[in-house]
């Protein structure tokens, strides 16, 4: 990371080139500024980094000299920085608390940085920070994990979200819904991870009820002229104007009530109904609004997500209120109206996260195995220990199972190797040269029609690249593109082949299982009272 670091400060600081695009240049100035706010951070209590004028000279005098005794040197400062975090697994720090304000305020000061250099901090240093729940009703089978975005400007975060992805079972990309529908990282993510994470990728829209409290009406004119049936508002907003005219004559006729003294009671009990009637159709009204806007954008995501997902697919869209949820559970207080539970999402969102547990269902897989396992070897002790004549061809019966389970599982290892090579690897190979030629008819292509400066910034980031007059690209995903739709294409096959390889392994085990249970009722009246039942 520090290796990195430095070189993203010397490449804008000393190897600037002129005819640089001035998007490149300003991508670049972005990362010096980053690392040299790392160095600072981290290395403060150093007199090389006591303050930036002394920085920048320690740093261009080890350019200067291509001399690496400033990296082994600032090495060693993060070393004994984290010597007294050293654990067995690794460098670890434990912070515990009753109350999320209480955590926060604890595990800030590692996470954030600040304007001050007075003292090292050590956020640069953080790969993961892990928050745990007492007793937690859904992270027993899911992990939530919030990463840095893909495009961020420290590119060893960057790295270190896209290297996490690839051990996720499932990708939740988080934006507010006022600009989910333009935003670019949103839909970067969806065309990198779409198709990839078959079927589970989603999107979560939070602040649904965002700019709605005053401005009902505009917003309501604004998703009608987009299409959207705004019918059940209109009528609503109808139904409102009725309520409030009789609520004013209800007022009116209690006011001369109470001046006449006559009936002044009943008047005001009309005026409370009807107030609550409308205090009802305006809460009907903000979720109608509310729905409205959820609908069209999930419209809009779908619509745009739809080529970046297998066929067939369509995009789990969740638009949430976090704050009109908290209201609606009584949790904190809420000024104005708020939403029924329902209306803000989130139960749809647990509900949604109660089906992956996918962490789970492997673990339980192992246990599984390992449990039948078990029960086989103690099948076998609890026979060998048996003084009873038949012992010996029961004997023969309990062990069958675990020999031929055994045996059944040996050749799984060769199966594997055979689709593998039937469904993958034949297929890549054949279509090898058709894949090298494509990628020199890309490299041949990219020499032609882009600037050398352009290149040797796509060369820089290594390989992809984005300025204002050249969208998003990824030369390496350009170069491998035979290989990896001849890749994507052979996938349903290998799965199919190895779910029906596992099935086949099942059923024996379960035939296997079903003979030594009938052997032991056979036998039940010789090991067992009576009144036992196998």
């Not at 594997?416 to 190979?429: G, K």
Request: overall charge positive.
């Amino acid at each position: 990371m520090l290796q990195e670091q430095l070189w993203d400060y010397n490449v804008y600081q000393f190897e600037r080139d002129q005819q640089w695009a001035p998007e490149i240049v300003t991508g670049y100035q972005l990362k010096n500024q980053n690392a040299f706010k790392t160095f600072r951070t981290l290395f403060c209590d150093l007199l090389e980094f006591k303050d930036n004028d002394r920085a920048r000279e320690t740093l261009e005098k080890a350019y200067n000299k291509n001399d690496n005794r400033l990296l082994e040197k600032i090495v060693g400062s993060c070393e004994e920085k984290l010597r007294n975090k050293i654990t067995d697994q690794g460098y670890f720090e434990w912070r515990a608390a009753n109350t999320l304000e209480a955590l926060r305020k604890k595990i800030d000061p590692l996470t954030l940085s600040g304007r001050k250099f007075d003292q090292p901090a050590l956020w640069p240093l953080i790969r993961q920070v892990s928050i745990f729940v007492r007793g937690p009703r859904i992270l027993n089978d899911i992990t939530i994990v919030d990463l840095p975005g893909i495009s961020d400007t420290n590119e060893s975060r960057a790295n270190l979200t896209k290297e996490y992805i690839k051990s996720c079972d499932c990708v939740w990309i988080v934006s507010r819904i006022d600009r989910v529908v333009d935003d670019d990282t949103a839909l970067r993510l969806l065309s990198t991870y779409g198709r990839v994470f078959k079927g589970s990728v989603a999107v979560i829209c939070t602040r649904s009820d965002d700019n709605i409290a005053n401005e009902q009406q505009q917003l309501a004119e604004d998703l009608q002229s987009r299409g959207q049936d705004m019918a059940r508002f209109q009528q609503i907003t109808i139904n409102l104007k009725t309520i409030e005219t009789q609520i004013a004559q209800a007022k009116s006729k209690l006011r001369t009530a109470r001046a006449s003294g006559a009936q002044a009671v009943t008047k005001n009990a009309e005026v409370v109904r009807l107030k609550a009637a409308s205090v009802s159709l305006k809460r009907q009204r903000l979720a109608s609004l509310v729905q409205a806007r959820n609908a069209w954008v999930t419209e809009q995501l779908q619509e745009k997500a739809q080529h970046n997902l297998p066929a067939g697919d369509v995009l789990q869209v969740f638009c949430v209120s976090n704050s009109h949820y908290a209201a609606a559970r009584g949790l904190v207080k809420h000024e104005g109206l708020t939403l029924e539970a329902a209306a803000t999402g989130v139960p749809a969102l647990r509900a949604f996260a109660l089906t992956l547990p996918a962490s789970k269902l492997l673990r339980e897989l192992d246990d599984y195995k390992s449990n039948l396992f078990v029960f086989l070897k103690n099948l076998e002790l609890w026979v060998s220990k048996s003084s009873v004549e038949p012992r010996r061809g029961l004997m023969q019966h309990v062990k069958r199972p675990y020999n031929e389970l055994t045996k059944h599982m040996l050749p799984r290892k060769g199966e594997f190797e055979r689709v593998l090579r039937d469904t993958i690897t034949t297929p890549m190979r054949a279509v090898r040269h058709a894949a090298t030629k494509a990628a020199l008819e890309v490299t041949a292509g990219k020499s032609r029609n882009m600037h050398h400066s352009s290149i040797r910034a796509f060369i820089r980031k290594r390989g992809t690249h984005a300025t204002s007059v050249c969208p998003e690209q990824c030369w390496n995903e350009e170069f491998s593109e035979v290989s990896s739709d001849k890749a994507m294409s052979a996938m349903p096959a290998l799965e199919a082949e190895l779910l029906g390889a596992d099935g086949k392994l099942e059923a024996k085990a379960h035939k296997d299982l079903r003979a030594v249970i009938t052997v032991l009722r056979g036998t039940q009246h010789i090991y067992w009272p009576s009144s036992f039942q196998c």
